[in-house]
């Protein structure tokens, strides 16, 4: 089967994660993508830890299924290659600093002249205007600024970054999202359109609890730990061999009466404290003590058996390694295998894409850099061999 996305054609400026993210999920969905890198470097994520195979386990999750070809952007020769590229290509995905692109002559308004129904998206710390605009900005640069960091951690702790490139991943997410309703539209209007997409402004849409709650009350929200601001119990609890979740999202007495039966705690489900939920959270201190002394009693698996056998939402706080074993997790394959050159087969965490009829996921390796590059410029402009070897030999390509 072929994938939603195929006969799109996606020219990848992109270097590191939040490009690359984006530019994945579009070749898990069936696009060809075609990653530009710098010859003899390319892409700065081949050179992060740890190494597999020779190979950057980091660079090979997120540009698995994409050819890969040389091209040097800083040369006025391989600026025109690229210019004669573009005719050839529904989108195109950068996340250079703004202004980059503009001096490498390969700015929209450039670009749209050759072709016209091209889609274009910029990926930027601070978007392309504001006062911010021409700063760089890493993962952890808009996660501080977007305030993440400020509700992540224990009350009264330092901030704390997530443990995922939620900056990165996220921008790439909304720009794949952006991308996919501008090729819609292109087939009302047969015209392509420019994204431009702030990786700060990614982190402020996914704080909306957070300013809700700040807009509502005029308190500035803080760290609590797993605990949810607006529900109880709902966060992680200490069993007497690990971690687990719990999550009530309820008014209904008649479920938290079921959650303290299966807790073994029956007399709580008629303490007046806690029968509803706004109640749980104006007595959450009382409320967390007695729990907390209650699940210290016995393991998670008896925890998770009793809250589930009752039907309260439920699980345990699993480590990376069991995440990757989860049954569940397996089922829904989650974990797939691309090809290695060296190694054969090298595992890495799919996309979550389910759509009927059609085939999603990582559809090859990750590429050896300029792998594609002979390939490409031959099928595409028509390149000679003489004129290959050329240009690589003058660091070109």
Known sequence: ???????????????????????????????????????????????????????????????????????????????????RLVPHFDVLVENYVPGTMSRLGADYVKIKELNPAIIYASISGFGQSGPYAARPALDIIVQAMGGIMSVTGEPGGPP??????????????????????????????????????????????????????YFATSQVPGPLGSRHPAAAPFQAFTASDGYFVVALLTHDASTWRRFCQAIECPDLGDDLRFLDNNSRMQHYQALAHVLERAFQEKPVAHWLAALSEANIPCGPVNTIEQVANDPQVQHRGMIASIPHPSLGQWKVANTPFRLEGVATGPSGPSPVLGQHTEEVLGSLLDMSQEEIRRLRSRGII
């Open 160 to 213: 704390i970054r997530p443990g995922a490139s939620l900056g990165d991943s996220v921008a790439g997410t909304f720009t794949a999202l952006a991308i996919l309703s501008a090729l819609y539209q292109r087939r009302e209007t047969g015209l392509g359109q420019y994204i431009d997409i702030s990786m700060l402004d990614c982190q402020v849409t996914m704080m909306e609890n957070a300013f809700s709650r």
């Open 1 to 83: 089967m072929s994938g939603p996305l195929e006969g799109v054609r996606v020219l990848d400026l992109s270097r590191v994660l939040s490009g690359p993210f984006c530019t994945m999920l579009l070749a898990d969905l069936g696009a060809e993508v075609v990653k530009v890198e710098q010859p003899t470097k390319g892409d700065p994520a081949r050179d992060l830890g740890p190494k597999v195979g020779g190979d950057s386990a980091y660079f090979i999750s997120v540009n698995r299924g994409k050819k890969s070809i040389t091209l040097n952007l800083f040369s006025e020769e391989g600026q025109s290659i690229l210019r």
